[in-house]
């Protein structure tokens, strides 16, 4: 069964600081993997995606992930996070017809 | 265009009553697909339409079903509400089937409380 783990479920950082938040995947069969972010009270939008290719992935606001498929990570980036970056982010896997959601990883930006 | 549009935004029931959540999908889009998403759990699919037939469930119970019209607006229902349903249903749109490679459009949420 496919699954999705987010490692941190709370990430505090400074404003300005550098951030990662850490995803890994489990599949024997290839997968596209997503980050989502969340608003306070508002759906899920579309961070960046991988479907093939290149391995790190250019997405909206800065953010950037890289693709590791021999540790099975999809890893996100910011080299520099803003207060508005605070928010819950969600790394997502697909295949098939089916996407598999990490539990979040809250993000504070602490100015 | 506008976005993904769920009603209502905000529901309050008791145990044991049943609730109806509705969806209308990005125009043009044809497949509709649900997510519970709690503390806990995080998102968790329900299921997914397309062209007025389901095509993938998750592991939910009977109580939880849904449908869509010719229109793609969807609409989900939880019958005998349990304290345990409380969450935001999240409902997402494609242009076609839930392929990863299409990316998901998401709304707003509906919040569900059961007392």
């Known amino acids: 069964a496919q699954s999705v783990t987010q490692l941190d479920s709370q990430v505090p950082v400074f404003e300005e600081a550098p951030v990662e938040l850490r995803c890994n995947y489990s599949?024997?069969?290839?997968?596209?993997l997503f980050w989502y972010v969340q608003y306070p009270n508002q759906g899920l939008q579309l961070l960046l995606k991988?479907?093939?290719?290149?391995?790190l992935v250019k997405g909206i606001n800065g953010f950037e992930a890289e693709f590791n498929k021999s540790q099975t990570s999809f890893h996100l980036r910011k080299p520099s996070v803003h207060i508005s970056d605070t928010a819950e982010y969600f790394c997502?896997?697909?295949?098939?017809?089916?996407?598999?959601f990490g539990t979040g990883t809250s993000l504070t930006v602490i100015p | 265009k506008a976005g993904v549009t769920q009603t209502p935004r905000y529901l309050i029931k008791t145990r044991g009553q049943q609730v109806t959540l509705s969806c209308s999908p990005i125009?043009?889009?044809?497949?509709v697909s649900w997510y519970q998403q709690t503390p806990g759990q995080g998102l968790q699919f329900l299921f997914e339409?397309?062209?007025?037939?389901?095509?993938n469930k998750g592991n939910f119970p009977g109580r939880f079903s849904g449908r869509q019209f010719s229109n793609s607006r969807s609409e989900m229902n939880v019958s005998t509400l349990e304290l345990g349903d409380s969450a935001l249903y999240l409902c997402?749109?494609?242009?076609?089937?839930?392929?990863?490679?299409?990316?998901?459009?998401f709304g707003p949420g509906t919040r569900l409380t059961v007392l």
């Open positions: 125009s043009g889009h044809r497949s």
């Open positions: 997402a749109s494609s242009w076609s089937a839930v392929e990863a490679y299409n990316e998901q459009f």
């Open positions: 339409y397309f062209s007025e037939t389901q095509r």
């Open positions: 997502a896997a697909g295949t098939g017809n089916q996407f598999y």
């Open positions: 599949s024997s069969v290839s997968v596209y």
């Open positions: 991988y479907l093939s290719g290149s391995t």
